[in-house]
């Protein structure tokens, strides 16, 4: 490595060393299993907000996005954030308050699918032990993924072997995770969706200054056929215009139903690693400055993310870049180029490239505690340890983080697995599978457990059969697999509801009483 190299590796170090120094520091306010899963409900506002959107804004809002748009120009990149954005704001306003009312009084429950059992009056934990397994099924390979990305920035970027890499990114965030728990890894989060946000305004800014002004970028886009444009694509081989039907439109905009269940439109509302952050605010009336700068962070994050391929383009017509045979790689290569620039651009590279990391290591952190959870919380204390001390819950639920990251880590030592192709399927599992139960457990006094759970399974099994078995039809078929399997979970529980007898007068009273406080 050169000196350059050097610079920038020591100033990535120095910012991981940072991170698990903030889950030793907050390890010590860890007493209870509560404190380890939700922080003891004392987030703050701001925290809450940002630690939410970091969590869920992983890699591809760095590497995905501007990669996108530097391809084929604003229209799909532009859809999937305008789908993202909406989904963050209707995931905040509609479900965010209610969730963290209803999971405190309802049993003060801690998980999701604890959540779901409490509120069903499912004694045997029937659907909790069926979620928690969902959330496992999906989430360790979802972690894997992010132990790959880390891995791979550094193998690609310093000439270090693969594994290596990849183990150590995976220790890094598997320390603080262990060590701090839930108000670590949301408080790394926050200082990591703040890293981001340094990333991606600098690499905006000096791609600006390099292209020489923001209407040479604009000029650059305008003159490429359908390249700036929301219902064309640019079609790079021939240089023309493709459009960009309705059907694709809304298969791009059904990314943001997952949210509900994840909790993108819909879909915002169910994913578990953000719904946590919900369940964990210290006071329920702050959720509003939350959903305010949640939503603002995350449109100017994309809006400007999106504009980096935008940019990225100009740069390589303007002989700045070369030609990118992959177009992920747009801000890897862009810090680089900063780095040729001094001392300080070197740190400010290595902060960038940080920044790529923290998009990961956010969103790693998150999902690990989630699945761990399912597996400490929901299986193994709900089922097979009724009687399980404090103590030895703390203890179960750090092995378990320990456990199930091996397994993340298994999953992702060879360098070209697959295991991103993963990705979108498990976000279509989490909608589909929670979307609807999260809405109609919040929102619809009369859903019943025997609905619940035909419309948890039913929508996570369509998941696969519209994936494999229909999607490959392609034409009006090939809408993402998220759509159709979350309708069919929504009107499978509803139906079911309707055909069995009414929940007890208990339940409805607790709803009732959630629905009134404010």
């Known amino acids: 490595m050169d000196v350059t190299q050097i610079l920038m590796l020591i100033t990535i170090l120095v910012y991981l060393a940072a991170m698990v120094g ?14 380890f899963y939700l922080g003891g409900r004392t987030l703050g506002p701001l925290v809450t907000a940002m630690s939410a959107e970091a969590s869920d804004m992983s890699s591809w809002l760095l590497m995905g996005l501007p990669g996108v748009a530097y391809l084929s120009g604003t229209a799909d990149a532009a859809w999937t954030a305008i789908g993202l954005a909406i989904g963050t704001y209707v995931n905040w306003l509609v479900v965010a308050k209610r969730l963290r009312n209803y999971t405190h009084v309802c049993g003060n429950s801690t998980t999701l699918p604890l959540f779901f059992s ?12 069926i979620a928690a397994l969902l959330i496992i099924i999906f989430f360790v390979p979802y972690t894997a993924s992010g132990f790959a990305a880390c891995g791979k920035l550094f193998a690609n970027l310093f000439g270090m072997d693969y594994l290596p890499a990849m183990l150590i990114s995976a220790i890094v965030i598997v ?4 060590l701090g728990g839930f108000l670590a890894a949301s408080t790394t989060d926050f200082v990591q969706s703040i890293v981001m946000t340094i990333a991606i305004v600098v690499v905006f800014g000096f791609g600006i200054s390099k292209v020489g002004s923001f209407s040479a970028v604009m000029d650059n886009a305008k003159s490429m056929a359908g390249y700036f444009s929301l219902t064309h694509t640019h079609d790079v081989a021939t240089g023309t215009a493709s459009p960009y039907s309705l059907l694709q439109i809304f ?3 059904a990314w943001g139903l997952g949210y509900f269940g994840m909790p993108h439109i819909i879909i915002r509302f169910g994913m578990p690693h953000v719904l946590l952050r919900f369940m964990a605010i210290g006071d329920a009336n702050k959720l509003k400055l939350s959903r305010r700068v949640a939503t603002v962070w995350v449109v100017i994050s994309m809006a400007v993310s999106v504009f980096i391929g935008v940019i990225g383009n100009a740069m390589t017509k303007a002989g700045v870049l070369p030609t990118l045979k992959d177009p992920e790689t747009i801000i890897l290569v862009v810090a680089d180029l900063i780095s040729k620039h001094g001392v300080l651009a070197t740190i400010i590279a290595g902060l960038i490239l940080a920044g790529i990391l923290a998009a990961t290591m956010s969103t790693a952190d998150s999902q690990l505690l989630a699945a761990s959870s399912s597996a400490s919380q929901n299986i193994l204390k709900e089922v097979f340890m009724k009687d399980m001390s404090e103590k030895t819950g703390m ?14 880590v ?7 697995s697959s295991v991103f192709q993963i990705v979108s399927f498990a976000w279509a599992g989490f909608g589909a599978s929670f979307g609807p139960l999260v809405l109609l457990a919040l929102f619809w006094k009369r859903s019943t457990f025997q609905g619940a759970l035909c419309g948890m399974v039913s929508g996570g099994v369509m998941v696969f059969v519209w994936k494999f078995l229909i999607r490959p039809m392609g034409g009006a078929l090939g809408i993402y697999e998220l759509l159709p399997a979350f309708l069919l979970g929504l009107a499978v529980n509803v139906i079911v509801s309707l055909l069995t007898p009414a929940p007890s007068r208990e339940v409805q009273d607790e709803f009732d009483k959630v629905a009134s406080m404010k």
Not at 399 to 405: D, Y
């Open 410 to 416: 298994f999953i992702a030592r060879n360098p070209d």
């Open 22 to 35: 903030i889950g030793a520091v907050l390890a010590k306010q860890n007493q209870t299993t509560d404190d």
């Open 175 to 178: 320390a603080y995770t262990t």
């Open 395 to 408: 203890l179960i639920a750090r092995i378990t983080v320990l456990v199930i990251a091996l397994i993340g």
């Open 251 to 253: 298969s791009t905009l």
């Open 118 to 129: 409490n509120r069903y009056r499912d004694n045997k934990r029937i659907l909790s032990v």
